[in-house]
């Protein structure tokens, strides 16, 4: 059985991924926070006592559900705000940042151009991987950056394991040629 300390240190191993991961999939900044933040009560409250082996397979799970859900709400969500948006007023657009960024890391480099161009080349993948499908995006960043085998991406994405290898693989090729376009050698 897990301890509060231990799920303490888990879900701050994994915020930052989940967090990227949920950004990429809603393409929103600030729902992706809410997201994340759904995930982790909700593992913390119904699986928080669960071995400390369960947590990544768990946490994936709650994290791909908790996406999936907040597309279902935001679709009955436009219909309304669609409807109504003739009595809203415009809001002025705040500046869209990544918070977690704005975190003083120990690696970063100190010389401007360098951090520049780091920026620049993060920018650059994070647009390729928001070019690919969903469920592509979804296999790649679990199986890639989460860095779950085939199984254990197949059971978070309630798919087969040669589903996730083909969505793996598209996902590949698809942003080598994406990559390529801009210039990155692969």
Not at 103 to 127: N, W, Y
Not at 131 to 160: H, I, K, N
């Amino acid at each position: 059985m897990a301890t509060p300390e231990q799920l303490s240190d888990f879900l701050a191993q994994v915020e930052r991924r989940a967090y990227k991961h949920a950004v990429y999939a809603l393409r929103d900044d600030q729902a992706a926070l809410d997201v994340v933040q759904d995930a982790m009560m909700r593992l913390a409250e119904k699986y928080g006592t669960r071995p400390v082996e369960e947590f990544p397979m768990l946490f994936q799970r709650i994290l791909q559900n908790a996406i999936r859900d907040h597309f279902r709400r935001q679709k009955v969500r436009n219909l309304w705000t669609t409807l109504l948006s003739a009595f809203a007023g415009d809001k002025e657009g705040e500046e869209e940042r990544d918070p977690l960024e704005t975190l003083a890391g120990t690696d970063i480099e100190s010389d401007p151009a360098v951090q520049l161009e780091r920026v620049q080349r993060l920018a650059i993948i994070e647009r390729a991987l928001q070019q690919l499908p969903p469920r592509q995006r979804e296999a790649f960043l679990l199986r890639y950056w989460e860095d779950l085998d085939v199984a254990q991406t197949a059971a978070v994405m309630g798919c087969s394991e040669g589903s996730v290898k083909t969505h793996c693989s598209r996902a590949v090729h698809t942003l080598a040629v994406l990559l390529r376009r801009e210039g990155f050698e692969l």
